[in-house]
């Protein structure tokens, strides 16, 4: 069964701490994303990879790490530096084609609540 | 640097009326351009990408790079659109996607 795995689904945090999502794809994809869904401000990129051991910034990367040691998983780390991490977070992998037309899969998602 | 606009957050027609969800970017490069959608409770999946030039479920939408805009379109809405739909855009030789706020679709009957 081929696709993108996220956990956990559900998860809770004190402040102060960090945390890690998980994402895990067996599509063979070269691309991962992370993304920040929160209501009525869409999707909002974190960190992208486009190979193993490369990964760049998107336009909310701080207070967030991630890392690309495998083709297959990207894991994001919430850390306790980001300020308002109460979210749902999804991950998406893509080929990549040369003209960047990328179609992205994404994950079930996780929600994490800060206590 | 890109950015995708969606100046609606919600929209509500009935049955059997023409829909149009507007979609405007910013972008100095050559665009690639989609639309995802947003089943309740299922996940985020494509629904049409302006390079293909398709029709998806009657939906189709075309880029005016005049305006810059991606406006999707169906003619005959039907209670099975009603989702969250998102516009999403990518540089040409560029795989940073970037969304929109999205728009809640509501047919009603």
């Known amino acids: 069964d081929g696709g993108i795995t996220q956990s956990p689904k559900y998860l809770f945090r004190k402040e102060g701490q960090n945390v890690t999502l998980s994402c895990e794809q067996n599509l063979n994809h070269d691309a991962m994303y992370w993304y920040r869904q929160d209501p009525g401000q869409g999707l909002r990129l974190i960190y992208y990879s486009q190979i193993v051991n490369d990964f760049q910034k998107g336009d909310i990367a701080e207070g967030y790490s991630v890392s690309r040691e495998k083709k297959e998983s990207f894991p994001l780390t919430v850390t306790s530096a980001q300020k308002n991490p109460t979210a749902f977070y999804l991950c998406a992998s893509s080929p990549l084609t040369a003209s960047g037309a990328n179609v992205l899969t994404f994950g079930a998602g996780s929600r994490l609540t800060v206590l | 640097a890109q950015r995708v606009t969606q100046p609606e957050k919600l929209l509500s027609v009935f049955k059997g009326a023409p829909v149009e969800l507007k979609c405007n970017y910013s972008y100095s490069g050559s665009p690639e351009l989609f639309w995802y959608v947003q089943y309740s409770r299922q996940r985020l999946q494509l629904l049409l990408r302006?390079?293909s030039r398709e029709s998806i479920k009657g939906f189709t939408a075309d880029l005016n790079k005049g305006e810059t805009s991606f406006h999707l379109k169906k003619p005959f809405a039907q209670e099975e659109d009603s989702a969250m739909y998102y516009c999403?855009?990518?540089?040409?030789?560029?795989?940073?996607?970037?969304f929109g706020a999205g728009t809640r679709l509501t047919v009603k009957p």
């Open positions: 302006h390079i």
């Open positions: 999403a855009l990518s540089g040409y030789n560029n795989n940073d996607m970037r």
